[in-house]
């Protein structure tokens, strides 16, 4: 066993149990997650991968990361998030922090609302997003890397959307007296201006030696209350950055 897979190990089997309030991790270049990711989207049931996620360098406002499927022999996906991991995309040629899973230090009952509007959305013509993340409390909880006593954050919120103009055609098929058959299309257009919302759930468990989270799901929901899709993510392995 390497010695950083026995440091991995000690850190996953003697976590201290609370804290009252959490501080921004101190991640490093070198740092290592692999998470085991299940997504379930409608009724076409679930698929599983493993992902490993590396950190390559750290600045004052960033973390700078590259992600790949596990064992896979294509180059890995270079990205970055903030220092509390937060999501960050261009949108309308300005930097917009879409998703803030943590807001250091983390204490019971502190919250923080996350705000956007999309201007070019794939599916409609702009979306309005507002969630609000909330500091729950610790639970314990057990992944496939081990038991942990887990800072949770939970987040819900909501999103609506204007619709794009659209057009469709159906061709069917009739059959006059003497069998012959005929085709007729049916168009059916959608304007503009229609309105569409849905909302989103999210829950981390954020644990300070890991400098990261154990846990996190995340559910998306339509306008009639049913769940389009819902992905979670679970540590299998950590390995700190060597000194």
């Not at 066993?1 to 991640?27: E, G, H, R, Y």
């Not at 698929?47 to 960033?62: E, F, G, I, K, Y």
């Not at 499927?69 to 922090?97: C, H, I, M, N």
Request: with cysteine; charged share 20%; aromatic share 12%.
């Amino acid at each position: 066993m390497s010695k950083c897979t026995i440091l991995a190990f000690s850190l996953l089997t003697s976590l201290p149990a609370w804290a009252d309030n959490i501080n921004q991790p101190d991640v490093k270049a070198g740092d290592k997650w692999t998470y085991r990711i299940t997504s379930e989207k409608g009724d076409t049931g679930w698929t599983q991968t493993r992902q490993d996620l590396w950190v390559n360098r750290v600045s004052s406002s960033a973390i700078y990361i590259s992600s790949k499927a596990s064992g896979s022999s294509l180059a890995p996906k270079d990205s970055f998030a903030t220092r509390d991991w937060g999501v960050v995309r261009q949108l309308g040629g300005v930097e917009v922090v879409t998703m803030r899973p943590f807001n250091f230090p983390l204490s019971v009952g502190k919250s923080w609302e996350v705000k956007f509007t999309d201007p070019h959305p794939t599916n409609h013509i702009s979306e309005q997003w507002s969630v609000k993340y909330k500091v729950l409390g610790y639970e314990q909880i057990e992944v496939p890397a081990g038991k942990f006593n887990a800072m949770k954050v939970e987040a819900e919120g909501a999103w609506s959307g204007e619709g794009k103009p659209s057009l469709s055609v159906t061709q069917t098929i009739t059959r006059d007296a003497s069998g012959t058959p005929s085709a007729a299309n049916v168009v059916k257009s959608t304007p503009a201006g229609q309105m569409y919302s849905g909302r989103v759930y999210k829950a981390f468990w954020y644990v300070p030696e890991i400098k990261r989270w154990v846990k996190s799901i995340e559910e998306y929901y339509s306008n009639t209350g049913e769940r389009n899709a819902r992905y979670t993510s679970e540590l299998e392995q950590f390995i700190p950055a060597s000194n």
